[in-house]
């Protein structure tokens, strides 16, 4: 644990009980969890089975296990119980519960096998408009099903009558619960929501599991929904020791059924709640973080909490960057010129830059725009819904359209402050995946056809910390700069100077001959007459 920091080594080695560690952006969570799992065994001999930890995706909870194994290498780690909730839940009802179940995992066959009518057509297209623009994958897709025939999905949608709404939303869900009876299936959130069922309906099953679980560990824990947390309660029955990592200044999956006020709920439920923080980030340098901690302080004022602002050691030189847009596409052309840029005068690797997106089909638009530039290599890039991005980190990090009515969303009308608050944590999640170079791009357009002016997030910021360009500053940079070469890697430039020397080379040899083609023929010419 040498390589801990202050705060770190104190949440790693805290005592038994419910402990809550506020992480923050680039500080080392997967790390704080991994070391408390390897103190837990190295230091307090606690069995490695006894300790049940959860992650949100298949990837982190391989990551975790990894790093596990590294820490503890001479213990037997073959049962691992490091789980996302989903696969906890289906193991578990395959083994104490019903095991005769398939889960739901391609939502189409759904839409495929039943025959909509217009009623249910209406209520999919509207979900569909809502929640396909996250980047849901299939299995994410049908447990937001639900979620979008509530009460609280038709707040969204205010355009829709209430009641015209409910009624196809109720026959959307009718349809959709009895697909799922019918063909014996489970869908992801089902999983969960049996497994808390059969807990709590057979106390003897309850009391020999939890027996067996001494301490849990919950990564990401502000994504946790009412049945994940109910799921996390039922298994700390008999040892509450929980150790809970998460950051509630990154709560942006309140559309998937995270819960605003999960922390308040975990103090009310249990006694003598202790909190730690890690601030010191290992991702950003400071001028970035200087951006980042004024959104914090944005969030910190409306959820009336406690300002801890992250800090870092990373020194640079590189400023972030506002740049004002004069139109949709001069927004574009900014962003690829700065990439080219960016590659040959600082030598940032295409693969190491992002384009980050509030909606799919700003990435679609702008994925063509750099398809008929034709000089940047697509494949490499990343361009990112922001919700997608989160948990990655790149050298450079450009916030796309950051545009009222688009960032924040539409899907926000002003009625909920939650909805703006989460906004607000979305554009701190895309500032905090930048490492050196942070670009934040807005657009400002006033015609008889068009109406765009900056995000209000862009007031957030203190003057002193973006440096601001405007579209006449980039109309005369590249009057005097010539437009950059694409230069893909070494090895490719090398090759595409080779051949561009071998073409020249061909041209001029052809020019020679064909001037001697016409000088003996203006002889022959001569000669004959």
Not at 223 to 252: C, R, W
Not at 401 to 418: I, Q
Request: charged share 20%; with cysteine.
């Amino acid at each position: 644990m040498e390589h801990l920091n202050q705060e770190q080594k104190a949440a790693v080695t805290c005592d038994n009980g419910v402990n809550v560690v506020y992480s923050g952006a680039g500080t080392g969570k997967t790390t704080v969890i991994a070391e408390r799992f390897a103190y837990l065994v190295n230091e307090k001999g606690v069995n490695p089975q006894s300790i049940l930890a959860f992650t949100f995706t298949d990837k982190a909870a391989s990551e975790m296990r990894q790093r596990i194994i590294k820490l503890i290498p001479q213990k037997s780690l073959q049962d691992l119980h490091i789980y996302t909730f989903h696969s906890f839940a289906n193991r578990f009802l395959q083994k104490h519960g019903k095991s005769d179940f398939a889960i739901l995992s391609d939502s189409n066959r759904f839409f495929s096998d039943y025959e909509m009518g217009d009623q249910l057509q209406t209520v999919v297209e509207i979900y569909k408009n809502k929640v396909v623009d996250l980047e849901l994958d299939n299995l994410e897709y049908n447990s937001a099903f639900r979620d979008a025939c509530t009460d609280t999905f038709n707040e969204d949608f205010s355009t829709i009558s209430n009641g015209q709404f409910r009624k196809r939303a109720a026959t959307a869900l009718r349809a959709y619960q009895n697909y799922l009876i019918t063909n014996n299936l489970f869908d992801f959130s089902d999983l969960i929501i049996e497994t808390c069922h059969l807990l709590k309906g057979n106390s003897e099953l309850l009391q020999a599991f939890t027996e067996s679980v001494h301490y849990i560990l919950v990564d990401e824990f502000q994504d946790t929904n009412l049945a994940q947390y109910e799921l996390v309660k039922l298994l700390a029955t008999t040892h509450p020791n929980l150790f809970l990592v998460g950051d509630s200044n990154q709560m942006i999956y309140g559309w998937r059924g995270a819960v605003v006020e999960i922390f308040e709920l975990l103090k009310n439920d249990f006694q003598a709640v202790k909190e730690f923080y890690t601030t010191q980030n290992y991702r950003s340098i400071q001028a970035v973080l200087a951006v980042a901690n004024d959104v914090l302080t944005a969030i910190a004022r409306k959820e009336r909490k406690a300002l801890v602002l992250l800090h870092s050691s990373i020194d640079s030189k590189a400023v972030p960057v506002h740049y004002k847009a004069n139109s949709l596409k001069n927004q574009d052309q900014w962003i690829i010129y700065q990439m080219k840029q960016l590659h040959l005068n600082n030598g940032v690797p295409y693969d190491q830059m992002a384009v980050l997106f509030r909606k799919n089909k700003h990435l679609d638009a702008f994925s063509q725009t750099v398809l008929e530039d034709g000089d940047l290599p697509l494949a490499k890039l990343n361009l990112l819904t922001i919700h997608a991005a989160k948990g990655l980190e790149f050298e450079a990090v450009f916030v796309y359209g950051l545009v009222e009515r688009a960032f924040p969303s539409l899907h926000w009308d002003g009625s909920d402050k939650h909805k703006l608050l989460e906004e607000m944590k979305l554009f701190y999640v895309a500032i905090t995946r930048a490492k050196q170079f942070l670009f934040l791009v807005s657009v400002s357009v006033e015609s008889f056809n068009a109406y765009y002016e900056p995000s209000r997030f862009l007031k957030l910021i203190e003057k002193e910390h973006l440096q601001t360009q405007k579209a006449a500053y980039f109309k005369e940079q590249l009057k005097t700069q010539p437009k950059p070469v694409n230069l893909y890697t070494e090895t490719e430039n090398a090759e595409n100077l080779q051949k561009a020397t071998d073409s020249k080379k061909w041209i001029i040899l052809g020019a020679i001959l064909l001037i001697i083609v016409i000088i003996t023929a203006v002889l022959k010419l001569f000669v004959e007459n």
